[in-house]
């Protein structure tokens, strides 16, 4: 069973900068499409950015121009590179990795923007 285990996430000002990561435990990670999405307190889940096998990329409107997905195949990594936080962004961020019929998803890193 993959799992995926996402990392960096903290308490930031407004205007300040954070990177995510998640990394699967094993798999084929070159062929999975890679996505993350966030989950504000009271709020449904909703998807930030995603990637795919060949690096197509793809973002929510209210993040596009300050986040960045990438992937790293060789690391077995995506990464999640917020750029001028802002309180809206506050969310548990959760990674998830989609191949076929799997859907996986890792448990989650908290991301509190706030003064």
């Known amino acids: 069973q993959v799992q995926l285990v996402e990392s960096g996430g903290g308490l930031v000002q407004p205007g300040e900068s954070l990177r995510l990561s998640c990394a699967a435990s094993?798999?084929?990670?070159?062929?999975?499409?890679m996505a993350w999405y966030r989950q504000a307190p009271g709020k449904q889940r909703e998807l930030v950015a995603t990637?795919?096998?060949?690096?197509?990329?793809n973002y929510a409107d209210s993040v596009k121009g300050r986040f960045t997905i990438s992937r790293d195949n060789a690391k077995n990594t995506v990464f999640l590179q917020m750029n001028s936080l802002e309180p809206e962004d506050t969310a548990v961020y959760y990674c998830?990795?989609?191949?076929?019929?799997?859907?996986?998803w890792g448990q989650g890193t908290q991301v509190t923007v706030s003064s």
């Open positions: 094993r798999g084929i990670f070159s062929l999975y499409a």
């Open positions: 998830n990795a989609r191949l076929g019929t799997l859907d996986i």
């Open positions: 990637i795919t096998s060949t690096k197509w990329t």
